[in-house]
């Protein structure tokens, strides 16, 4: 069934998924600050929003695609008011799970519905429409959104109640971020020990070192072909949003008093990574900054 969805956010996850949207047959209204974004989404179909107010006047739907907490919850304060009551408010963006709590909390009290939906899969998974959602909220809400959902995804898992997809997301990365640290000091221990990338390949991705850092997002050129390693480690998964989501992970660890010690670790790693390379380089590439700094 066609559904009215306002798409707030077009940057490179939005814009590719409110095209998802259109191409399944929704009328897609959309808004983003940026003017070329907005231009970007009207070819894909979308039907460009002077305001996120306009945006969301007649929407059933309103999916958000935001950087970060603080940009969601400073967009709520404006398009909760503009909203039909009732208008279920999903957000895919990753932000932390007290914010995102909060948005659920000031939406319901405008008389709204709401979700937290974010996503793994990055932009590819975005473009192809294969992204999974983690959903946060009550069985109704998720249920409503799940069409929309499976139209911009392949697999959506309801996670629990509000914050529960965040806590998902967060919990994924963490174990992700890590892992990767943790395949890319193999591999330069490997190097040490005259051990080839191949060999430990073909040990550690059958033995039970086996893990999708190594085997999808090998951090060296050569076992897996299709990983950024082979492309001088263009994203893929940028190493800022990596810093990004283990920062979210230990800020949740350290409010709940979990001594998360490899987490806390890795976010510190990330950051010191990040900080250098930004969005320009793939997560995997910490593995140069573990073999540059062995020498020391
Ligand atoms: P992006 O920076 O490309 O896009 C964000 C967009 O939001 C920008 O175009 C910006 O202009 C717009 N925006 C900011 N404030 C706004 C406002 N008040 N009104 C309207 N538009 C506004 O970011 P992205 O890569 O699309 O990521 C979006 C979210 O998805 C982030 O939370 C990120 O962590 C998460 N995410 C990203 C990826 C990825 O691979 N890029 C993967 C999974 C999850």
């Known amino acids: 069934m066609s559904r009215t969805v306002a798409v707030i956010g077009l940057g490179h996850m939005g814009a590719p998924m409110a095209a998802s949207l259109v191409k399944a047959g929704h009328r897609v209204r959309g808004h983003d600050l940026v003017p070329e974004a907005l231009d970007g989404a009207a070819r894909a179909g979308v039907e460009p929003?002077?305001?996120?107010?306009?945006?969301?006047?007649?929407?059933?739907?309103?999916?958000?695609?935001?950087?970060?907490?603080?940009?969601?919850?400073?967009?709520?304060?404006?398009?909760?008011?503009?909203?039909?009551?009732?208008?279920?408010?999903?957000?895919?963006?990753?932000?932390?799970?007290?914010?995102?709590r909060t948005a659920h909390e000031r939406a319901v009290a405008a008389g709204m519905r709401a979700l937290d939906a974010p996503v793994s899969g990055g932009v590819a998974g975005a473009e192809a429409a294969t992204l999974t959602f983690m959903a946060g909220g009550p069985e109704a809400e998720f249920a409503e959104a799940r069409p929309l959902l499976e139209a911009m995804g392949r697999k959506v898992v309801h996670c629990g109640g509000p914050g529960a997809g965040q806590a998902a997301k967060i919990c994924n990365n963490m174990i992700l971020g890590v892992s990767m640290i943790a395949v890319s000091e193999a591999f330069v221990l490997g190097e040490s020990l005259g051990l080839s990338h191949q060999a430990l390949y073909d040990v550690a991705s059958t033995a039970s070192g086996q893990c999708w850092a190594l085997t999808a997002n090998c951090p060296v050129p050569g076992p897996v072909p299709a990983s950024p390693a082979n492309r001088d480690y263009r994203p893929g998964f940028a190493a800022a949003l990596m810093a990004k989501d283990l920062g979210l992970a230990a800020d949740a660890a350290r409010a709940g008093g979990v001594r998360a010690e490899l987490g806390f670790r890795a976010a510190d790693l990330y950051a010191t990574y990040a900080e250098r390379v930004g969005t320009g380089e793939d997560f995997s590439g910490i593995v140069r900054t573990i073999r540059d700094r062995s020498g020391d």
Not at 50 to 55: F, K, L, N
Not at 58 to 65: L, N
Not at 77 to 84: E, K
């Open 49 to 100: 929003a002077a305001s996120a107010a306009e945006a969301v006047a007649d929407a059933e739907t309103v999916v958000t695609m935001l950087p970060t907490g603080g940009h969601v919850l400073g967009l709520y304060d404006t398009v909760l008011a503009a909203a039909r009551p009732g208008t279920l408010f999903v957000d895919c963006s990753t932000i932390d799970v007290a914010d995102a």
